[in-house]
């Protein structure tokens, strides 16, 4: 049956049980395939794939996609818990442990930290028009500044008490693109189907309120550790830039090309031949608005093995990634928890 989802282009829900409620997903293709780990972009949802997925080869692999925590239909943190960084990372290792074994993983900036903190689990990582670490070389003032205000709007959020607006299908629509210019219409439908809720009058926005901002959230870091991090990685990395993409999650630094310069010069003296870097036309949202595209570069890698030396290709900027996990346990074996 799975094998016919994901022909059909159709996918199953998923639910993995964690102690603040669950965690959503939906999954392409034979459960007998290697797993292959999608992760959507910051304020995105498992729907960012919908129309990439069935357009790949499906039936050598099961793909899931993940709502991250606060996204989609995943269950929002309890009250008085922020939304870190860290705590994403965490629930990576979390499905990959229902999984009991993933081959790749999709995703956004998420990815590589999962490969530094688990690095013997990670095969291969592609980028979809992400940094691999979100870089800051004025750390020294700033993070404090950053974790400050994440404090502060987490206190602020809570103590609204401000009800979730309701609106009409077509106000939630406009809202949704005029707050993010790289999604058109069309993804901008799909991105909603799983991330709004049906009520008596309208519309309500599934997300947490409390992740708003991403700077609020994720870790900044120097050079030196940047360049760390980077050998920590066992991975083979493709990183995939979209030109008119985002250079970074700050939009004020978004003209800066500098950071990208110094990552990439230092994955390629790093990581050698395990890293390629590829630019495509188009957005952020390439991976949506394009996915006959993106699935010809995606099958080109799986049919070859490894990352091709030479491609031009697309990208999705600071929200996703893909990377390809390998796990000790084989699927079924150990006690891990299971999805339902």
């Not at 290697?34 to 692999?61: E, M, Q, T, Y």
């Amino acid at each position: 049956m799975g094998e016919d989802l994901c022909l059909s282009g159709l996918s199953s829900e998923l639910k993995l049980a964690v102690p603040w409620g669950h965690i959503a997903a939906k999954a392409w293709g034979s459960l007998q395939g290697p797993p292959v780990l999608c992760l959507h972009g910051w304020l995105d949802n498992a729907n960012s794939f919908d129309r990439l997925i069935p357009l790949l080869r499906k039936v050598d692999f099961h793909y899931v996609a993940m709502d991250f925590g606060g996204h989609g239909l995943s269950s929002h943190y309890s009250p008085g818990l922020p939304y870190y960084h860290q705590n994403f990372v965490s629930e990576i290792q979390r499905v990959v442990a229902g999984e009991q074994e993933a081959e790749r993983v999709w995703g956004w900036g998420l990815g590589p930290p999962f490969s530094r903190t688990f690095p013997e689990m990670v095969d291969k990582l592609i980028l979809l028009d992400s940094m691999p670490f979100f870089l800051d070389s004025n750390e020294m003032e700033s993070i404090l500044t950053y974790k400050r205000r994440a404090i502060e709007n987490t206190l602020q959020v809570e103590a609204s008490q401000k009800p979730s607006s309701v609106v009409s299908p077509q106000e939630m629509l406009q809202g949704f693109l005029k707050n993010n210019s790289h999604v058109g219409e069309e993804c901008g439908e799909i991105l909603l189907q799983r991330g709004t809720t049906q009520v008596a009058t309208g519309l309500v926005l599934n997300r947490d309120r409390r992740i708003s901002w991403v700077k609020h959230s994720f870790d900044f870091i120097s050079m030196e550790l940047f360049a760390h991090s980077i050998r920590r990685l066992q991975a083979h990395i493709l990183l995939i830039k979209a030109r008119q993409g985002y250079y970074d999650v700050r939009r004020e630094n978004d003209a800066d090309k500098a950071p990208l310069l110094f990552m990439l010069d230092t994955m390629r003296a790093t990581l050698k031949e395990r890293f390629q870097f590829v630019e495509v036309p188009g957005n952020h949202y390439a991976h949506m608005s394009e996915p006959h595209r993106v699935a010809s570069i995606t099958s080109s890698l799986r049919s070859k093995g490894r990352v091709p030396a030479r491609l031009q290709l697309w990208a999705q900027a600071v929200e996703a990634s893909c990377s390809h996990l390998s796990a000790a346990n084989k699927r079924g074996s150990g006690d891990g928890p299971r999805w339902s």
